[in-house]
């Protein structure tokens, strides 16, 4: 026997289950923000200490965006935090991992 469900029926379900599972794991909730994000809300959402961030923004890991205040956007902090397994000669995977 064959089940054939609908994409919108997966789409529904994630819609769902994201929220949730934001919540289980401890990432800040998102639907509906924007992906840009101040310093202090890359801070947050990294759980990485602020002096760490800076370093790392200097260094080139974090990338920086916008004039005298500067913006981060999240897809290219989470591209960052999961290469820092994957290169380990830029920095500790200690020092951006995610609290759990």
């Known amino acids: 026997m064959t089940l054939e469900l609908p994409d919108a029926f997966f789409d529904a379900l994630a819609d769902r289950l994201a929220p949730r599972l934001a ?9 509906g923000a924007s992906p840009w994000m101040t310093f202090e809300e890359a801070v947050e959402y990294t ?4 002096g760490t961030f800076r370093k790392l923004s200097a260094a ?30 830029i920095s500790s995977p200690a020092m951006l991992r995610r609290a759990s």
Do not use: I, M, N
Request: charged share 25%; proline share 9%.
């Open 23 to 31: 919540e289980r794991l401890g990432v800040p909730a998102l639907s």
């Open 60 to 89: 080139g890991t974090f990338t920086p965006h916008g004039g005298k205040r500067k913006v981060y956007h999240r897809h290219e902090l989470d591209a960052a935090l999961s290469q820092s397994h994957r290169r380990p000669g």
């Open 47 to 50: 759980k990485v200490p602020a």
